[in-house]
């Protein structure tokens, strides 16, 4: 009769606790997910950190926390880690009563890009084992990987080139009509700034000092489209390195800087691109649209980009091309601007198979960028 009454007894046990973790094992549980920064550059070190809270009676002795993320997203502890076409995480987890868990995950940022992690799914086991109980969540984790800035000391010397250019154009193309201040007379001042008045009240020739024009802007132009067969994400990943240095280094000179591409967004699949504008606020939008290049998108033809941004430009403006391309195509619209007198230079990222192909006149332009 005992035995009879403890089988049961242990059977209403069972029961009693598959119906239980059945009905409440989620309730007042919460998992979140979320990162120490939403913000980074490509080689960077962030933490991803879980916290798990348990605000009930019933203890949960197994929870399998899942997500999915990018494979570009390398976790230091990859134990729980399976890496395919993306990074699955799967964590155990045990949570007693009204208990709190905090774990931190530290991972590292390997590729610029855009990453999200939208879905979280939880496994739970009862006590014996015997089922598991899945519910699913969303998240809105959200992690932009800026590419990073090139070496300064070999960058300086293009870049320094590029400001020379630019400085010189400013200088002449001054605006009479927006005037700003008025100082001592410089050998290469010309006579029709000097302010006679004031130079009559101090002794000395003095000087008009006029605002530049409001139109002048360096406009970067990248391309992602390649003339081989082949893709070198290499080069890709070291044209949008260049956009981004340029963009930092120009905006930092206080010259407004625009950015465009032929690459396609990997949120809505459209174009990119940003207006001319300045200030720290202006490189981090850069950065961010950057971020977003999809690589693996078959992009437009940069000639039709290129001949769009021509269209709206002005003479004040100077381009900043960044592209291994060297199609007759595009080389024929090179060799237009040149006859028209616009201020370019073309970066062309290279490797031992990428090789540099222009001749005659543009060659003036091109600076070669070996990687």
């Not at 120490?36 to 809270?53: P, R, W």
Request: hydrophobic fraction near 40%; charged fraction near 25%.
């Amino acid at each position: 009769m005992r035995i009879i009454a403890a089988l049961f007894g242990a059977i209403f046990l069972y029961e009693l606790q598959r119906m239980l973790y059945r009905r409440y094992w989620n309730k007042n549980l919460t998992v979140d997910i979320r990162l120490s920064d939403d913000k980074a550059v490509e080689g960077d070190q962030l933490t991803l950190i879980e916290t798990v809270t348990n605000r009930k009676l019933l203890p949960i002795p197994i929870l399998k926390i899942k997500y999915m993320t990018s494979r570009f997203l390398t976790f230091l502890d990859m134990r729980q880690s399976e890496v395919t076409d993306h990074t699955y995480r799967n964590d155990l987890i045990s949570v007693m009563m009204y208990q709190k868990l905090t774990r931190s995950i530290p991972f590292v940022c390997t590729k610029r890009g855009y990453y999200t992690i939208n879905k979280l799914v939880l496994v739970c086991n009862d006590i014996l084992l015997e089922s598991e109980l899945v519910a699913g969540y969303d998240l809105n984790v959200q992690l932009y990987v800026y590419p990073r800035l090139l070496d300064n000391n070999r960058f300086q010397i293009p870049f320094q080139k590029m400001l020379g250019t630019v400085l010189t154009k400013r200088f002449i193309n001054e605006d009479p009509f927006e005037f700003t201040s008025i100082r001592e007379y410089q050998f290469y001042d010309t006579m029709k700034t000097i302010n006679w008045k004031a130079s009559a009240k101090t002794g000395s020739l003095m000087v008009n000092v006029y605002d530049h024009t409001s139109s002048q802007q360096i406009k970067i132009l990248l391309n992602i489209e390649s003339d081989t067969l082949r893709k070198y994400d290499e080069l890709i990943e070291e044209g949008i390195r260049l956009a981004t240095t340029f963009a930092t280094h120009f905006i930092e000179q206080g010259i407004p800087t625009s950015l465009y591409t032929n690459a396609l967004d990997i949120v809505n699949r459209e174009l990119l691109g940003v207006p001319a504008g300045s200030g720290r606020n202006h490189i981090r939008t850069i950065n961010e649209t950057l971020a977003r290049i999809d690589d693996t998108l078959t992009p437009p033809p940069f000639v039709t980009t290129l001949s769009e941004e021509l269209a709206c430009s002005t003479p004040n403006d100077y381009i900043v091309l960044i592209s291994t391309y060297q199609r007759t195509d595009l080389l024929k619209k090179l060799s237009r601007l040149t006859q028209d007198k616009i201020d370019f230079s073309w970066i062309i990222p290279m490797n031992k198979e990428v090789r540099l192909t222009v001749e005659g006149e543009l060659l003036t332009h091109v600076i070669p960028w070996e990687l």
